[in-house]
């Protein structure tokens, strides 16, 4: 990225809000805020709560960023200047790593579109399970790239394979056999049920039973879902 300037090019303003908008544009995508859940951060697959202080360290890595401003401008005085515009800008560097106006550059930069976080929409789409391969439409099962601005706060554990999955997962398929117990169309009937389950909408009009005696494969096959999809179960 490059040095923060305003729409029309210059370097931000030596005041409170100028910091705020140099917080914006360093922390935009990695450091965000939401009304209803405060400082998150973007892991590179999902946002989370900032339960380490990373905001804060992005403010005071932003105040220290000034210094990068300040080596652009002239270290030369005209008129009846007695400090140069370098010099100026060095000096507010140093003023803003003061706890005073690193407070401030969080407290202006919640309201920057920039880092401010729509929270009507976290998790929007119902039809969208995030997993560690990417954001899965599971209408098409296509898979798009992570982006802060899919507003994923979940993310599973398990990798998404791809369409062509049945190869890398003939354990997964081996264990619905086995509990399938030579039903013949029960596998696929539990892979549509486990699909249903993961819409986060009502698509079908049923509720799903597992009973049986004991051994046979339920408890081992709600392990597995619950190892692979995390937080969506």
Request: proline share 4%.
């Amino acid at each position: 990225r490059g040095l923060p300037c305003d729409a029309a090019g210059q370097l931000q303003p030596q005041d409170d809000v100028g910091n705020a908008k140099r917080f914006a544009h360093w922390g935009a995508g990695r450091i965000g805020y939401s009304h209803s859940r405060g400082w998150m951060r973007y892991t590179g697959t999902h946002w989370q709560r900032d339960d380490m202080g990373l905001a804060q360290g992005w403010a005071i890595t932003t105040a220290s960023r000034i210094t990068a401003e300040a080596m652009t401008l002239p270290d030369t005085t005209t008129g009846n200047e007695k400090q140069s515009a370098q010099v100026k800008m060095q000096k507010w560097c140093e003023s803003s790593r003061f706890t005073g106006r690193i407070q401030a550059m969080l407290a202006l930069s919640q309201s920057d579109p920039a880092i401010r976080l729509d929270d009507t929409k976290w998790d929007a789409s119902p039809e969208a399970i995030n997993t560690a391969s990417g954001l899965v439409d599971l209408r098409t099962l296509d898979v798009q790239p992570h982006h802060p601005a899919q507003m994923c706060s979940r993310v599973t554990p398990g990798a998404w394979l791809g369409k062509d999955w049945k190869p890398e997962a003939s354990k997964w398929l081996d264990h619905l056999a086995f509990v399938a117990a030579g039903d013949a169309t029960m596998p696929a009937y539990l892979q549509w049920a486990i699909g249903c389950s993961l819409v986060g909408a009502q698509r079908t009009h049923v509720v799903f039973f597992a009973f049986g005696g004991g051994g046979n494969g339920k408890g081992t096959m709600f392990r597995g879902l619950a190892s692979a999809f995390g937080e969506y179960v």
